[in-house]
């Protein structure tokens, strides 16, 4: 699903945040991505969605050479992705309905069928009973799951969130880590950063760790799923 | 095991893929065309709701866009005023005081048998003398003059009234010997559509310049409300919308803001119609003549109404293109 191959990435005037990465994830695998603080994950991410381009080497999606993709076809690609933000980047002047079904929109579905994928995705995540709220009045640990709501309603293939846990607490947390393996049983893939070692390590899954740009664990770890 | 979970894994992926793809073109047109609707019902909503600010730049819009039209209305007006005046000038062609009246009736029929000529009156030198004592007061004077000094007129009224055609006519009528001078009361004129031809292109250029205000208001207008709606935008970007979707809200915001200040442009000309109409007509009455004031038109109306919202819209491009791209999520 995602192919790291001696990716590098130097920011303008900084210095190397990756440093020659590679690993693969295969399809339908759920791996966490864990490291200090300024160790690379959000970057190593932010390759995958685009939202960077590696200085040298190559990342692959879904077979998809990244370097080759062009302007144009970046927001077709990104329809494939799902993400999740540890601030959840709701939109507060929409309904929490309407926030989920952005990406629907976005991607002309017909309203009806849209509204059908929102109640599933917003069922799943258990907030059916808040659709019509503003999502500024839910709580930290509801927001997040209308952020994964938002991830999932097109069923991607992949889902990558970024610190999904970052601002809840420890029982919220392992709730939003039991969705997210939800949603790997059905078949998505999904890569996690994560800085909550503790949490993570309570799970059966690979870890990948960076540090100082370089990843230290995990790049050669077959994973569970595959065995 | 794991390998049969990687087989059902890629059918399900498989399926939704189809299913995606299943959106038939018609019903993909469909949907964007709903999309269209719903932006413009959608942006529309949102410039009504803070209407405070957009009366503000509608009424921006509408003053640089009545501007111009005013200008140009008014010297439509003149030149209409003109033309009517037009219709009564004539050609005064002075005759030697001996040219005697059969050779003044050859040389009217000479005359009223060229194209460029509608009429021809000739005015002898008696007919002349009498006019001129009845209306000036000299009569006393003149009666004593044992001689008539007048000289007898050929009247031509022209059949054309541009300079194209006036120009050799009046050499022409120069030319025959018996003629003393021709008076032609069309340099005041000329030179009048000599000015009005100026301010008109004068006003296309002040048109032209305020056309480029328009826009660059909606422009920066559009700025403030992309950097307003950044997070709204960088969310957008991330969950697949092309820059088409994205600017879509923008360049209909654009549009509104320019079919709404063209719209009060409109109504302030209409206005100002009404309230000239009555004296243009009081005044028209004194000169003996049927003046009614030109106005927009129904056609004049739609124009405005479509220049304007392109223009809205064009400012909004140039504002889309130069600061929304920048705006990518990372
Ligand atoms: N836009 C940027 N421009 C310049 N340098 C950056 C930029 N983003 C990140 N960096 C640098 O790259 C390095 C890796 O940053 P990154 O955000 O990937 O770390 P992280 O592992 O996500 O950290 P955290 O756990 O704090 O989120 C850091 O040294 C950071 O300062
Ligand atoms: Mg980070």
Redesign the interface.
């Known amino acids: 699903m995602i192919k790291f191959d001696a990716v590098s990435k130097r920011y303008p005037g900084g210095q190397e945040a990756l440093s020659q990465i590679s690993f693969q994830l295969?399809?339908?695998e759920l791996a966490f991505l864990t490291g200090h603080s300024g160790a690379g994950k959000s970057t190593l991410l932010?390759l995958i969605?685009l939202?960077?381009r590696a200085s040298s080497g190559q990342v692959f999606v879904n077979g998809q050479n990244l370097n080759r993709l062009s302007r144009r076809q970046l927001?077709?690609?990104?329809?494939n992705i799902g993400?999740v933000f540890q601030d959840h980047?709701l939109?507060f002047?929409r309904s929490v309905f309407e926030n989920v079904a952005?990406?629907l929109?976005?991607?002309?579905?017909?309203?009806r069928d849209a509204a059908r994928r929102v109640r599933a995705a917003l069922d799943k995540v258990g907030l059916l009973q808040k659709e019509n709220q503003n999502p500024i009045r839910l709580s930290g640990g509801e927001q997040q799951r209308v952020g994964i709501a938002?991830a999932v309603v097109?069923?991607p293939?992949l889902l990558l969130a970024d610190e999904p846990t970052g601002n809840l607490d420890p029982q919220l947390s392992a709730e939003i880590m039991r969705l997210f393996e939800e949603f790997n049983r059905?078949?998505v893939s999904m890569l996690i950063a994560s800085h909550d070692l503790s949490l993570i390590a309570s799970l059966e899954h690979r870890i990948l760790s960076l540090e100082k740009g370089r990843m230290i664990r995990g790049a050669t770890e077959t994973s569970a799923?595959?065995? | 095991m794991?390998s049969g979970?990687?087989r059902?894994?890629?059918k399900?992926?498989s399926k939704?893929a189809a299913k995606?793809s299943g959106?038939s073109i018609a019903?993909?047109i469909?949907?964007?065309f709903?999309?269209h609707q719903q932006v413009a019902v959608d942006s529309l909503d949102r410039l009504l709701a803070s209407i405070s600010g957009t009366l503000m730049i509608w009424i921006m819009i509408a003053i640089a866009m009545a501007l111009p039209l005013f200008l140009l209305l008014f010297l439509q007006n003149l030149q209409q005023f003109g033309s009517d005046l037009d219709e009564a000038s004539q050609i005064s062609v002075f005759m030697n005081t001996t040219t005697e009246m059969p050779r003044l009736e050859q040389l009217r029929d000479e005359l009223l048998g060229r194209s460029e000529i509608q009429n021809v009156e000739i005015i002898s030198a008696e007919t002349a003398l009498q006019e001129f004592q009845a209306s000036s007061g000299f009569g006393d004077i003149l009666s004593g003059l044992d001689e008539n000094p007048l000289p007898p007129v050929l009247l031509v009224t022209p059949l054309a009234q541009d300079a194209a055609v006036l120009q050799p006519l009046l050499a022409s009528l120069q030319d025959y010997p018996e003629v003393d001078e021709v008076q032609f009361d069309l340099d005041w004129l000329q030179r009048l559509y000599g000015i009005l031809n100026l301010a008109q292109r004068l006003t296309y250029m002040i048109g032209l310049l305020l056309a480029l205000g328009v826009a660059l208001v909606v422009g920066n207008t559009i700025k403030l409300a992309i950097e307003n709606r950044r997070?709204?935008i960088?969310?957008?970007?991330?969950?697949?919308?092309?820059?088409a979707?994205v600017s879509r809200p923008f360049l209909y915001t654009g549009l509104w803001y320019g079919a709404g200040g063209g719209l009060i442009a409109c109504v302030l000309i209409l206005l100002a119609q009404l309230i000239l109409q009555g004296p243009v007509s009081r005044l028209a009455g004194l000169y003996e003549g049927e003046f009614a004031l030109v106005g927009l038109g129904i056609s004049g109306f739609f124009m405005v109404l479509l220049l304007s919202a392109m223009l809205g819209w064009f400012g909004a491009w140039l504002s889309v293109l130069r600061h929304l791209r920048a705006i990518?999520?990372?």
């Open positions: 295969a399809q339908g932010k969605m939202m960077e927001p077709f690609f990104r329809r993400l980047q939109l002047d952005l990406p929109q976005v991607a002309g579905y017909d309203s938002r097109n069923k293939a059905v078949g799923g595959d065995l | 794991a979970k990687h059902d894994n890629i399900q992926q939704a995606k959106n019903s993909r469909s949907n964007s709903r999309n997070d709204e960088v969310v957008v970007k991330l969950v697949g919308g092309t820059d979707y990518e999520p990372g």
